[in-house]
Every structure is written in structure tokens, then in C-alpha cells.
């Protein structure tokens, strides 16, 4: 699995990769250490096979960190659940995420919660919603998105057959997100456990 012309730093994270099938990053005491591991990590994670759940909660990675590992999304087949709780992520990385997530069809599970996700993400998770039936779990609780972009995710589960689990609790959701809400109940029998 280790080729030739990957810097050490890479060596090591592929080796460690390589038998492991569930990985946990937290955040190191040098910023800037961190920073180059978490870019060497995903890299890696584009050709790893072997990962199949990525827990980055409270991981301290930012809008940068996830904007590297969506790029490693758009390649990786094998991870099915990733949480990204807690990392004080922006819309740019929601919007990088739902654009790799168009073309990622392994992916199941996606924690987003307790960020500051506004109606950027929102919007984009909604256009992801029309074209991914792969996304099973979505969770965007204690977010900042609003009654428009809310009622846009509820809209687009209309033409979703996909997700059955949604949690979108602690929201600035209010009437035209309900009144999407209830047409997508109607409309949408896969949908089984809302907040």
C-alpha cells in the first residue's frame, strides 16, 4: 500500500491506515503539526479502502480541515459514517462537503451538528438531497439555518428515497419549513425519524 514518492509523514499515516477500519482525530497541542498531519491524513484517506467510520468530533479542524477531507471524499468508497460535531465549521465547509457528497455514493451517515452552519449549507445540502439516495442519516441540529433554507432541505426530500433519519432541532426553522415539512411527510414514506 506504501508507494514510492509519498513523504514519510504519509508512509506512516497509510501504515497506520491499513489494518484499522474505524478512526478517531483529535486535536494536537501544535496548530501547525496539526495542520500538516490532517492534510497527509487526507490524502490518504482517498486511496484507503479500509475506513469505514471517521469520528472528527471536537477535533478542532475548522473550515480548512474539511475542505481537504471533502477533496478525499470525492475519491474514497469506503467510509459510511463521518461526524464532524463540534469543529465551529462555516458554510464554506458545508458547501465543500455537499458538493463531494454529489459524487460520493458510500457515504451514510453525516453528523454535522453543534457548527455554525448557516443557510449556505442549507441550500446545498438541499441540492444534495435531489441528486443522493445513498445518505441515510443526516444530522444539522444546534446549527444557524434559517426558515428558507430549512424549508428548501424539506422540499428536496420530496424527490429523496434515501434518508430516513433527519434531525434539524435547535434551528431558526419556523412556517414555510413546517409547511414543507408536512408535504414531505405526506409525499415521502422513507423518511422515519424526524427532530
Known sequence: IVEDGFDEHMRMVLQIMQNATEMKFRPAFDRGAECSVFRTFARALEINSNITTLDLKDASIGDDGIV???????????????????NNLEDGAGKALAAALEVNSALRTLDLSQNQLGDGTGLALAKLLTVNSTLATLNLSSNYINDGSGANVFEAILQNKGLISLNMSSNSLGDSTGAAVAAALKANSVLAHLD
Not at 73 to 86: E, G, K, P, Q
Open 68 to 86: 481537504l477531507l471533502a477533496s478525499a471524499l470525492r475519491y474514497n468508497t469506503s467510509i459510511t459514517t463521518l461526524v464532524a460535531a463540534s
